[in-house]
Nanobody
């Protein structure tokens, strides 16, 4: 089963930064959309950022606008999420996804914890 590979999670203090990366070495072709969901304990998984093929358009959840930046490299089949000014409410498991030919592929998730 094709799976994406995430890296970059960890523990950071409020106001700090983290950079999440996701690669999709097994996918062939450019995903129509790539991005990140997150799921906090006891809450539903939510879409926080996505990028269309070639990075033409991007979407951000309102609560992360101005703090998070998504970028993708279609040649390298990677998508990154730069997270600045992190808040305790950003604590969650972050999941990378890629939409290709009508199927959504997922990464296993990486934990981000924002705490003093």
């Amino acid at each position: 089963q094709v799976q994406l590979v995430e890296s970059g999670g960890g523990l950071v203090q409020p106001g700090g930064s983290l950079r999440l990366s996701c690669v999709s070495p097994e996918l062939t072709g450019n995903p129509s959309s790539m991005g990140w969901f997150r799921q906090a304990p006891g809450k539903a998984r939510e879409l926080i950022a996505s990028s269309s093929e070639g990075g033409v358009t991007s979407y951000y959840k309102d609560s992360v606008k101005g703090r998070f930046t998504i970028s993708r490299d279609d040649a390298e089949m990677t998508v990154t999420l730069q997270m600045n000014s992190l808040k305790p409410e950003d604590t969650a498991v972050y999941y990378c996804f890629a939409d290709l030919r009508g199927f959504r592929y997922w990464g296993p998730g990486t934990q981000v914890t924002v705490s003093a």
